[in-house]
Nanobody, 119 residues
Framework: QVQLVESGGGLVQTGESLRLSCVASGSIYSIIGLGWYRQAPGKQRELVAGITTRGITDYADSVKGRFTISRDSAKNTVYLQMNALKPEDTAVYYC?????????????WGQGTQVTVST
């Protein structure tokens, strides 16, 4: 089992920045990738950014150049630095981990943290 706890959401104005944090615990050794997803009201959950255990990153086109995902292995923490925020970034942001359990791949989710960007 992997547990994920997010923090860092809040209310900001357009153009401001926020940094989300996600601390992983439990079967850390089984994690092969970490990422951030978001879900806006009435919309499907979408991938924002991901990072593998080798440090390979991937971003949604809508956030490239504005958001940066990083991880601190010593702290079992993954971060999402969000700059130049826009109202369309408003959503609940979820930390995600993909882990192995034997031959299976398991998805774990945090509880979510609200990010609201006002005009």
């Amino acid at each position: 089992q992997v547990q994920l706890v997010e923090s860092g959401g809040g209310l900001v104005q357009t153009g401001e920045s926020l940094r989300l944090s996600c601390v992983a615990s439990g079967s850390i050794y089984s994690i092969i990738g970490l990422g951030w997803y978001r879900q806006a009201p009435g919309k499907q959950r979408e991938l924002v950014a991901g990072i593998t255990t080798r440090g390979i990153t991937d971003y949604a086109d809508s956030v490239k150049g504005r958001f940066t995902i990083s991880r601190d292995s010593a702290k079992n923490t993954v971060y999402l630095q969000m700059n130049a925020l826009k109202p369309e970034d408003t959503a609940v942001y979820y930390c995600h981990a993909k882990a192995t359990r034997g031959e299976q791949l398991i998805d774990y989710w945090g509880q979510g943290t609200q990010v609201t960007v006002s005009t």
